[in-house]
Nanobody, 125 residues
Framework: QVQLVESGGGSVQTGGSLRLSCAAS????????MGWFRQRPGKEREGVASIDSYGHTRYADSVKGRFTISNDNGQNTLYLQMDRLKPEDTAMYYC???????????????????WGQGTQVTVSS
């Protein structure tokens, strides 16, 4: 059974950095998409970044140049390095995985079939 567990959330001031981690267990797929999503207060869930098993990445416009997604296949761990954080980055962040890789990793949550429980990120001004 696949399990995704996020960690690394917390509270920082504007301009600060955080690194989120997502540990995947029970994962046996060699071709996949993994992504980070967030849900800000009063907003719908949105895709932040995705990465496929070949290292191709995709970012939401709101985080381009500030966030970096990466993975450590050897340890089945996904990361999100978040720099120059802004108050509008405050959200619950979720890790997700899609075992049905089709050559393209979207930022649409509906296309991901495994989800973690989330980790809270709060950025104060």
């Amino acid at each position: 059974q696949v399990q995704l567990v996020e960690s690394g959330g917390g509270s920082v001031q504007t301009g600060g950095s955080l690194r989120l981690s997502c540990a995947a267990s029970g994962w046996t797929y060699s071709n996949y998409c993994m992504g980070w999503f967030r849900q800000r207060p009063g907003k719908e869930r949105e895709g932040v970044a995705s990465i496929d098993s070949y290292g191709h990445t995709r970012y939401a416009d709101s985080v381009k140049g500030r966030f970096t997604i990466s993975n450590d296949n050897g340890q089945n761990t996904l990361y999100l390095q978040m720099d120059r954080l802004k108050p509008e980055d405050t959200a619950m962040y979720y890790c997700a995985a899609d075992s049905g890789y089709s050559g393209y990793c979207s930022l649409l949550g509906a296309e991901y079939n495994y989800w973690g429980q989330g980790t809270q990120v709060t950025v104060s001004s």
